[in-house]
């Protein structure tokens, strides 16, 4: 399914199925956190290099999560804008509290 999606909505549930498991959704989380305080920080410090530090801790951590504990392909690689607004909109769902619901809505359980 990963080649042949051909429209966001069909994407989401597939991005929240590669991210079954819950370590996987945190790692992610603390990137995405981590990409938040960084243009924060180069914000209120006018040191603008600091923004070449967003990509690394969003892609580092999440790709991290995927190898590692996911053990799957990371969507970025695939459909990287999706992926990246997908990113976001998990980040905002979880903090919301909505995440749980949207992961039962589809069915999505933690892989072995």
């Known amino acids: 399914m990963a080649g042949s999606i051909k429209a966001y909505r069909e994407f989401w549930p597939f991005y929240l199925e590669e991210h079954s ?35 690394v801790a969003g892609y580092g951590f999440a790709w991290f999560s995927h190898f590692f504990v996911e053990h799957n ?25 909505g995440l749980d619901g949207e992961l039962k809505k589809y069915n999505i359980v933690a892989r072995a």
């Open 73 to 97: 392909r990371p969507a970025t690689f695939t459909y990287p804008v999706w992926s990246l607004f997908s990113d976001f909109r998990m980040f905002f769902v979880w903090l919301s509290g």
């Open 21 to 55: 498991k819950p370590s996987t959704r945190t790692i992610h989380f603390i990137g995405t956190a981590l990409v938040f305080a960084v243009l924060i920080a180069a914000i209120a410090t006018r040191v603008w290099w600091l923004l070449l530090l967003m990509p």
